[in-house]
């Protein structure tokens, strides 16, 4: 596996960006900081805020040092001379940037869920309605991924990281109008029915869907060009 072309990249965009995944991460341990240390609500919204914004920050870094800026660099006429297939390539970077923004959301998920009702910020009954918020990262952050890996361009990737920034929270908030969901928010216990389960089941699906049918797409690609 160790001496695997593949892992050989992802262990290098790894140790090339090790120092800003760490400050990302730093930032997002300050946030739990603030939201746990400090009481009241408005530190738990300052600090989820740090938080989120941390590991969006460091997702996008990553991709832009990983991705963009591979091709903005000329890195690939480099990578073109190694025993390297194209595939291989887009694995590589399918996995490095996964893997730093999945470890990262973790980390958001147990903090939020933790801190929210172990300190009494929001009632259980909005467990279903975070749940479903914190999923709903996963298919952004993979429509964004997948359109910098496709497009290499800086300008569709912020575009696109833009519009869902803005169609993101609408779509919550649509969700939260059903009264199957949004009438139990403020309830002391956690109501889990089918609409619930059917929009997390989705965002799952969604998740998956779209890197596969991105490696679908660029494995029809014989080369970086």
């Known amino acids: ?8 990249l992802v262990s290098k965009d790894l140790k090339i960006n090790q120092t800003a995944i760490l400050l990302w991460l730093l930032a997002a ?46 890195t690939q006429i480099f990578i073109m001379s190694l ?23 973790t980390l958001l998920c147990a903090a939020c869920l933790y801190v929210t009702f172990s300190r009494g910020v929001l009632p259980m009954g909005s467990l279903p309605m975070m749940s479903m918020v914190l999923l709903a990262i996963l298919p952004v952050y993979s429509l964004i991924l997948s359109v910098c890996i496709i497009t290499k361009s800086v300008g569709y990737t ?19 109008y059903f009264e199957s969901v949004g009438s139990y928010v403020w309830g002391s216990q956690a109501v889990w029915n089918n609409t619930v389960y059917s929009v997390m089941i989705a965002q799952v699906l969604l998740s998956i869907i779209i890197p596969l049918l991105t490696v679908m797409a660029q494995f029809r690609k014989q080369d970086f060009i």
Request: aromatic share 14%; glycine share 8%.
């Open 83 to 105: 025993p390297l297939s194209f595939r291989q390539y887009i694995v590589a970077k399918l996995i490095v940037n996964k893997l730093v923004f999945y470890v990262m959301w």
């Open 1 to 8: 596996m160790t001496h695997s072309i593949v892992y050989k």
């Open 29 to 74: 341990v300050f946030g739990i900081l603030i939201a746990f240390f400090i009481p009241g609500l408005v530190a738990a919204n300052i600090g989820f805020s740090l938080l989120m914004s941390a590991i969006a920050g460091g997702g996008i870094h990553i991709m832009m040092h990983t991705v963009l800026f591979d091709s903005v660099k000329g």
């Open 158 to 176: 912020a575009v696109t990281a833009v519009t869902l920034s803005v169609a993101t929270p609408a779509y919550l908030w649509t969700v939260v």
